[in-house]
């Protein structure tokens, strides 16, 4: 269970068409990541036959320049992080390497991926300021983990952070904080629809157009069309 293993393991399935992934979907700006050729459904089988990878192993992960070799070791950390026999001291490190290394994890597919089971689900039963402070960071990645990470909340039907945190990003300057705002919050809407309209009252007029138009996508077309209204309106 090392990091050069997995490696050997995943350049079994590289292929030259997979070459443009990091064009693709990476969104980060780092000017050093680049594909390593294989498609993430492969990444995915090797990372959970990997399972069982020790923390400095990940690590090692971590530092490759390779999109889909970082994206392999944040799916380790997240099916380590949601197996029922994993130890509250191991999701303790897991929650402190995910924070600790999130220079590394540098895109938003990163952040979908392991925010929900290594950060929201550890915070179930604990204070929660972590994500207040990293929706006021300077890194967007680390703002999106912290709207991301409450959709474990909102599983519980715990609502409260995911809209105060949505205060807080409401008018980031980010299209992919924008979209995980309007996304998340449209999430909350399906356990409390008052809720939402209520938030949308408040903000719909002002808020980015891509994150109203993630809110409203669920709703009935009347009420759809007089939210977005409101923002012409503006």
Do not use: C
């Not at 979907?25 to 000017?31: A, E, I, L, R």
Request: zero cysteines.
């Amino acid at each position: 269970m090392t990091a050069e293993a997995f490696l050997t393991q995943l350049s079994t399935f590289q292929s030259e068409k997979e070459l443009h992934r990091v064009a693709r979907f990476f969104k980060g700006n780092d000017g050093k990541t680049k594909a390593f050729g294989v498609k993430f459904g492969d990444v995915f089988k090797t990372a959970k036959a990997f399972t069982a990878m020790p923390l400095d192993e990940i690590n090692k992960l971590l530092d490759s320049d390779y999109y889909e070799v970082r994206m392999g070791a944040v799916s380790i950390m997240d099916f380590q992080a949601k197996h029922k026999k994993t130890t509250a001291e191991r999701r303790k490190a897991l929650f402190d390497l995910y924070l600790s290394r999130h220079d590394r994890l540098n895109n938003w597919d990163f952040v979908d991926r392991g925010s929900y089971n290594i950060i929201g689900e550890y915070l179930m039963d604990k204070p929660r300021d972590i994500l207040y402070d990293l929706a006021k960071s300077k890194n967007i990645w680390e703002r999106r983990t912290a709207i991301v990470s409450t959709y474990a909340f909102i599983k519980k039907g715990q609502l409260e952070d995911t809209f105060k945190i949505a205060e807080i990003l409401i008018h980031d300057p980010e299209e992919f904080i924008n979209k995980a705002v309007g996304s998340w919050i449209r999430e909350a809407g399906k356990k409390d629809q008052a809720r939402l309209m209520a938030f949308l009252d408040q903000y719909a007029a002002t808020m980015p157009r891509v994150t109203l138009r993630y809110a409203v996508e669920k709703f009935d077309p009347d009420t759809k069309a007089y939210y977005m209204n409101l923002k012409h309106l503006k």
